[in-house]
């Protein structure tokens, strides 16, 4: 993730310092005065058969165009210094597109244009599996499900139905009780509000005070993989942090309207069993 962030941030860099560049030689060439707020004349507008669809247009000449715009926490999504600019905005909700004309004269900034969608765009999350987990804009909130809480399968469980290491042992919790006290461990919420949000309450290990954390999450559904971001991790019960290393990249193994089993990779038993995956089992809240 640093790697890629660090990419990225170069790659602003760069473009802010070709825009800079380009912007310097081109201003050299415009009409010595500049324009006045009122004379700012631009076109922001929704497709009226994707509304996600949103068009930006400079309809003056002789200025350079600066585009930017912005969610309704005031994150910059993108910018850009094209004269027409088409950008998808997946998800519901409020932002604002900001535009600057440059000239000779200085630059003069229009008054933000505000843009609401009114929901998700199917396209991106028209599988199934996306309205499962979270229940779209409205949110979905998972718990443990204590009657059959935790399981072990082999890494390839479920999707290698025909390899070694397809196997599974989900235990019959009120013989094997000694997996994790029965108690309220807290909840996992997921939701697309305005971006990939979710929120995890961790109950600790010997007491009933919770920890919530508030991040982001991405859902490979191809690749059976949900990450956490923000600090978030995968809710769990037990003590059983010490056999995973990591607690927020996890294997989806089951995901129905009603069941959700996440797994983590144990990469060594405190009994000395080996490698394989500790499954969490849950349901609505």
């Known amino acids: 993730m640093k790697q890629m962030m660090t990419k990225m941030l170069v ?3 760069a473009a802010t310092l070709l825009f800079s560049c380009e912007a310097e030689e081109d201003r050299q060439s415009l009409p010595a005065t500049g324009v006045s ?6 076109s922001v507008t929704q497709d009226p058969l994707n509304p996600n669809l949103v068009t930006m247009t400079n309809l003056m000449d002789d200025v350079i165009p600066y585009w930017s715009y912005t969610d309704a926490a005031g994150n910059e999504l993108g910018h850009s210094n094209l004269k027409t600019v088409s950008t998808t905005f997946p998800f519901a909700g409020n ?5 600057t004309a440059y000239t000779r004269g200085g630059a003069v900034a229009a008054a933000p244009v505000p843009v609401r969608i009114a929901s998700n765009n199917a396209e991106y999350f028209s599988a199934p599996e996306w309205n499962m987990l979270t229940n779209g804009v409205n949110g979905k909130t998972w718990v443990l499900d204590m009657e059959s809480p935790i399981g072990w399968a082999g890494l390839d469980y479920p ?6 290491d ?3 042992w989900f235990p019959d919790y009120a013989g094997n009780s000694w997996v994790m006290p029965n108690k309220n461990w807290g909840s996992m919420k997921f939701d697309l509000n305005g971006g990939y949000n979710t929120t995890v309450s961790q109950t600790a290990l010997t007491t009933d005070a919770q920890t919530s954390k508030t991040g982001s999450f991405s859902f490979d559904i191809a690749a059976h993989t949900l990450t956490f971001n923000g600090g978030t991790e995968l809710l769990s019960g037990g003590d059983y942090r010490p056999d995973a290393g990591n607690w927020t990249t996890v ?7 009603n069941s959700l089993r996440l797994a983590v990779i144990r990469n060594q038993s405190r009994t000395g069993e080996g490698v394989c995956l500790i499954v969490f089992h849950y349901k609505p809240a």
């Not at 707020?37 to 631009?42: A, G, Q």
């Not at 999707?159 to 070694?164: C, F, W």
């Open 159 to 164: 999707y290698n139905t025909t390899g070694t």
């Open 166 to 168: 397809f196997w599974n």
């Open 95 to 99: 932002y604002s597109v900001y535009f």
């Open 37 to 42: 707020p009122s004379e700012i004349n631009i």
């Open 251 to 257: 294997k989806v193994v089951e995901l129905s309207d």
């Open 11 to 13: 790659g602003v860099m």
